[in-house]
């Protein structure tokens, strides 16, 4: 709980004494700094500091006396004060021009937290070439984008259980060797994220608006689509004239230290 207030923009100190506080009202400064063991004087800067951001109010009085504002009003006004704020910055701020752009991200909470952003601001659609052990790490993202009424194509390699209504599997090729499971995330054709997991690799992705790695990507969505069509309607005679797994024409130009895609 200590740190869902602190994303509140509390101090560690603050969001102890907000929850004394709110267990047991008027209280003295005397006493919230006993139950958090912290000095008086740190104690007192921080209920002031509370009292600043409108989370306690005090009863005058010798001792005076402190109480903690009801959880519900405080998010109610700062969810009120967000809006507000928000309204005008994106109304006032206008968006830069800029050339298109790369920027890096490393691990999994960034990785997640580029990756949400993106999905949260798609407006038409979201289509997404995955491997299906590493789908479940956005999916909870994808789902509420779906929820929205975004449109969300997914192209699994491999089956893939999940709740998301437009799941594709594409038939996994069996190559020796794999370092690394690609992923890509197209937002509304124009902004993406891609990427590799592995185990032997550090995570990372890279996100873009380049219209060139838009279009490259959309096209391995068709051309992935296409694939499955194909597959399911002519599936003997294709790997019957070019093997299961289309060695027969991947052996001829496969390259050099390659693995799919």
Not at 127 to 140: K, Q, R, S, T
Not at 151 to 167: D, E, F, I, M, Q
Not at 222 to 240: R, S, T, V, W
Request: proline letters at 4%; one cysteine or more.
């Amino acid at each position: 709980m200590i740190e869902r207030l602190k994303k509140l923009g509390l101090s560690e100190l603050e969001a102890r004494c907000y929850l004394e506080l709110h267990e047991e009202s008027n209280m003295s400064g005397y006493e919230v700094a006993k139950r958090v063991s912290v000095s008086r004087t740190n104690v007192y800067a921080a209920l002031r500091s509370l009292a600043d951001k409108g989370m306690c109010r005090t009863i005058e009085g010798d001792p005076v006396l402190y109480a903690a504002v009801p959880i519900e009003q405080v998010v109610r006004y700062l969810r009120s004060e967000f809006d507000r704020t928000a309204d005008v910055l994106v109304s006032e701020l206008k968006p830069p021009k800029a050339a298109p752009a790369f920027y890096n991200w490393q691990g999994e909470d960034k990785l997640r937290m580029a990756a949400g952003r993106l999905i949260a601001s798609a407006q038409a659609s979201v289509v997404v070439d995955i491997w299906a052990e590493d789908l479940p790490f956005f999916e909870e993202a994808l789902a509420e984008a779906e929820s929205r009424g975004v449109s969300v194509l997914v192209v699994t390699l491999g089956p893939a259980g999940t709740r998301l209504k437009n799941v594709f599997v594409h038939k996994r090729m069996e190559w020796p060797d794999v370092a690394s499971r690609s992923f890509s995330i197209l937002c509304d054709g124009s902004r993406a994220i891609l990427g590799a997991f592995g185990e032997s690799l550090k995570l990372t992705a890279l996100e873009t608006d380049h219209p060139s790695i838009a279009y490259m990507l959309l096209s391995a969505f068709y051309h992935d689509l296409i694939m499955m069509e194909a597959e399911k309607d002519f599936g003997p005679q294709l790997a019957a004239a070019y093997g299961e797994h289309y060695e027969k024409i991947t052996g001829r130009f496969r390259i050099a230290g390659s693995q799919p895609v």
